[in-house]
């Protein structure tokens, strides 16, 4: 069991390079399924759930291979319908989107229901509604997602989300891609990594038009040919470096990022007084540390991210005055706040609201990450706390950032991971049952 361990107290220099964005990575890697080719795939993070659905894509039958650290090339030429394996994709969420590849591809599919982190209910209506309306028979069971398509191939519809889902519109689009005719996506979510899938699939040889707009049609094409594509930056990983720079203090340039894509975020730093200077590929977060409280709220793109509401939410903790901060897509994202709440933050939470009173500081302390985001965040409560911050269950930060705690190093961030002793086996606590 990996544990960070972190004496905080330390500004951050210098420059962090930021990598492939995850998000639109556990979407292309399913969408791989459906080439019929060689598949090059470039700037993709190396991060655990990268790692997984390769794996899954290879029981499939693909033929993976890694060219350099980014870089990876898949041929599904021969893969053949089977059942993906049960332990690895229970640990993602992102294996729901092999629904709308397996489908695309053989016109019949088997997942899990998605894991990865838990922070609120997953519900799936969303990609259900999209697949029955491509024609597909879709059933739950035993914590399998079974989908079946009439005829052995999807067909082209008009589909209209009852609520903008990320998740929903890139596994529809995926899906959509191969079916029979043309299908019209509306009330889409317009994040910058759904664009991206949309882009890979496009240079493909899908025909898919509106992606990042409200609207998407897409129009069905008989196969998708090989070629080489090359990842987004991770806005969220961006934001997090941000973030820890804020709360920290120093100056740290990120580079390899799409300033634009930025926007939502870099406006709320200097809200907060950061200055930010504004480059071609890259931005240069300078902070004293003295920061002003600010009131946000989450929102679908271009809305400021619910992805980065953990990590500013404890810079905030540390701000002059009272913020509130309120989450507007999950319900229950704020089970970090009890690890800050162990480093001395006052925090009050109310549903979806958090009242958040500054300290001047943070003490360190032994926390936990909840989830992925959420180990960000305590992560960078102790780069700034006093003493020593111990954090456990850091496999749910490994599988969204790419070499953190060896970014943080080479800030100036004294943190390392050690491997640790396993938790004592406890027996279950017995529990009363109704009956």
Not at 174 to 192: F, L, Q, W
Not at 278 to 302: F, H
Not at 333 to 351: C, H, P
């Amino acid at each position: 069991m990996d544990k960070y361990i972190i004496h905080g107290g330390k500004p951050l220099y210098g420059e962090v390079e930021i990598s492939g964005a995850k998000n639109a990575a556990v979407a292309i890697i399913p969408a791989a399924l459906m080439v019929d080719g060689v598949c090059r795939i470039e700037n993709l993070p190396q991060i655990s759930d990268t790692e997984t659905l390769l794996t899954i894509l290879s029981h499939l039958g693909a033929k993976v291979r890694a060219v350099a650290r980014s870089t990876v090339e898949i041929d599904c030429t021969n893969v053949r319908y089977t059942d993906a394996p049960y332990d690895m994709m229970r640990r993602i969420r992102a294996s729901y989107y092999l629904i709308g590849s397996m489908l695309g591809r053989f016109g019949a599919a088997k997942t899990t229901m998605p894991g990865g982190c838990n922070f609120g209910v997953r519900p799936i209506d969303q990609h259900i509604k999209g697949m029955t309306s491509l024609g597909a028979q879709v059933d739950i069971h035993g914590g399998f997602i079974t989908a079946q398509a009439k005829n052995g191939r999807l067909k082209g519809a008009n589909i209209y989300l009852d609520k903008v889902s990320v998740g929903a519109t890139m596994n529809i689009m995926i899906a959509a891609a191969m079916a029979d005719g043309v299908s019209i996506i509306e009330n889409v979510a317009r994040e910058p990594h759904i664009v991206d899938v949309a882009n890979f699939l496009n240079s493909m040889g899908a025909d898919i038009r509106g992606a990042g707009t409200n609207t998407i049609k897409v129009r069905g094409v008989r196969r998708l040919h090989g070629g080489t594509y090359c990842l987004i930056p991770d806005q969220i990983e961006a934001g997090t470096y941000m973030a820890a720079a804020a709360a920290a203090g120093g100056e740290v340039k990120v580079r390899n990022i799409i300033p634009k894509h930025m926007d939502c975020i870099t406006a709320k730093f200097r809200e907060m007084g950061v200055d930010i200077v504004e480059y071609e590929d890259a931005l240069l977060v300078r902070s004293s540390g003295k920061l002003r409280a600010v009131n946000l709220k989450t929102l679908p793109y271009p809305g400021f991210p619910t992805d980065m509401q953990p990590q500013i939410s404890t810079v905030l903790a540390l701000a002059q005055g009272t913020s509130i901060v309120t989450e507007g897509v999950w319900d229950n994202r704020f089970k970090y706040v009890n690890e800050l709440r162990k480093m001395g933050a006052a925090i009050t939470v109310d549903g979806r609201t958090a009242v958040i009173e500054g300290v001047p500081r943070f003490s360190g302390a032994p926390v936990a990450a909840c989830d992925l985001r959420a180990g960000a965040a305590v992560v960078i409560a102790g780069l700034c706390a006093a003493g020593t911050t111990e954090v456990e269950d850091v496999h749910y930060i490994e599988r969204g950032y790419e070499d953190f705690v060896g970014k943080l190093r080479s800030l100036g961030a004294d943190i390392v991971c050690i491997t640790a002793p396993d938790r004592p086996h406890e027996p279950a606590p017995i529990t009363a049952t109704a009956g």
